[in-house]
C-alpha cells in the first residue's frame, strides 16, 4: 500500500513547477492552479499541489528540489502572483517542515524567503495548461525557463528522476 500524503509548492510559474514534480520518482499526482493560504483565501498565486509515495521519496528531498528549482532567496516584484511557499495539509506537519527549512538553509548564501504556510483552497489551471512542459518540451517558453530546471534536476537530483527522463 502506498503512504500517500500531499503538500503544495509555490514559487515561479506553475508550469515550470508542475514540470519539475512530474519529472519525479514516487511523485503520483501533480495538481497546476493557484494556491492561497487558510490566513488569507482570497490571495492567490501560482502553484501546485503534488501527491507523493513517501516510501519513495521523502518530504526533504521535495523540499530541497522546490527551493532548487526556483528563486526561493529573491523578494522580486513578482511575489504576489509567484509567492515563494510550501503549504501543509496537516498541522503535525509544520514542525518537520520548520526542520527542513532549516537544514537546507545551510545550503543558500542568502536567507530563505520561502514561507511555510497553512493550505487554504485552491483553484486548478485551465485543463489546457496542465502537463504544459511534457505536451510539447519544444515551445520557447518550456527550452528557456522549464528545459535548464529538468537539466539542473539531472545533474543534481538524479536518483529522484522518473525512468521517463533518464
Known sequence: MKNVHKVGFGGGCHW??????MSLKGVVKVEQGFIAPKEHLTAFSEAVIVHYDANVIELKDLVAIH???HKSTENHSMRNKYRSGVYYFEQGIKPML???MSQVQKEFAAPLITAILPFGTFTSSEERYHNYYFNDTEKPFCKTHITP???MLKEKYDKHLSAKLR
Open 67 to 69: 527551493l532548487d528549482t
Open 149 to 151: 530546471k529538468i537539466k
Open 98 to 100: 520548520d526542520e527542513i
Open 16 to 21: 515550470c513547477t508542475e514540470a519539475v514534480f
